[in-house]
């Protein structure tokens, strides 16, 4: 196989280090709150590790997307449209306020498939978070690489974990903005631009407007589901359905035991299902 084949890449492993800083603490909570689950003193806010670790690549290494070309720990894109896919949380212990966090990244898996809107690429990363005081996090990321934009209608997507349960409470509603997408881009340090720049958004990449970042979905969700348990689950399994859409009303909706199904949704439908595990 070619050097450049994204199996290649299968076991290849990459160690980054940050800080969860004050700083960066304040802006998550400037931006996600009212959003956070309470946490105890000195802690750091359920879903702020995202903000850690961005890739900073120099401008003249970004594609016409706002993506780095070529990120150090995902194989060489095999095609152009990038996104979040889903993954899984085991939330073994807090992060801490100014912990010196590392985190070490092995690509487990690739896969290619023909999905609903043609071929897509799933590259699976396993990440370990760890403090001096050891494990913190372990999660599972899918990577999904698409094909170009297609003029055609593509078809509804499956619903997923979340989906089934209409009934869910919403304990949540957020009303998207481009200043909240802005805020949340510039912590987590990503330009992909979908997320800010309305033009390309709808007529390169064929979205109804902004997108809502995945992650950011990910960490209502996160916080939803603590809040309703009263503490921070110890696995979360999730996945994106389809996109949300800035301008729309995103409702977070959850078990009210906090446990079992939770999703978000919008008058256009669900966005981001998951489930909590154990």
């Known amino acids: 196989m070619a050097e450049t084949d994204p199996h290649d890449w299968i076991g290849r492993e990459f160690m980054s280090e940050d800080m969860m800083t004050e700083r960066l603490v304040d802006s998550f909570r400037a931006t996600m709150d009212p959003y956070l689950a309470p946490i105890k003193a000195g802690e750091a806010p359920l879903g702020s590790h ?6 900073r690549e120099p401008m003249a290494g970004l594609g016409a ?6 990120y150090p720990y995902l194989p060489p894109p095999p ?6 896919g889903g993954g899984q949380l085991d939330l073994i212990a807090p992060l801490q306020v100014g912990d010196r966090v590392t985190r070490k990244t092995v690509i487990s898996d690739v896969k290619q498939k ?12 396993e990440h370990d978070y760890k403090t001096k005081r050891g494990t913190a996090i372990h999660e599972r990321q899918d990577v999904v690489y698409r094909d170009p934009v297609s003029a055609k209608p593509q078809p509804a997507a499956k619903p997923g974990l979340g989906a089934e349960r209409p009934d869910l409470p919403v304990l949540w509603e957020i009303a998207t903005s481009p200043a909240l997408l802005f805020r949340y881009s510039a912590i987590i340090f990503v330009s992909h631009r979908i997320h ?8 390169v990449e ?3 407007g902004l997108v809502v970042h995945g992650p950011l979905q990910a960490t209502l969700l996160l916080n939803a589901v603590a809040k309703r348990c009263g503490r921070a689950h110890g696995r979360i399994s999730y996945r994106g359905v389809s996109p949300a859409i800035c301008g729309d ?7 009210p035991s906090g446990e079992g199904d939770f999703h978000t949704r919008s008058a256009r439908g669900i966005h981001m299902t ?3 595990e154990g």
Do not use: E, N
């Open 274 to 276: 998951g489930s909590t």
């Open 114 to 125: 023909t999905g609903r809107s043609g071929d897509l690429w799933i590259v699976t990363l």
């Open 79 to 84: 095609l152009p449209r990038r996104m979040w």
């Open 196 to 203: 800010y720049d309305l033009p390309y958004a709808t007529k």
């Open 206 to 208: 064929g979205y109804d």
């Open 65 to 70: 997307d706002g993506h780095p070309a070529q």
């Open 249 to 255: 009303t995103l409702s977070v909706c959850v078990d």
């Open 50 to 55: 995202w903000c850690l670790f961005p890739t």
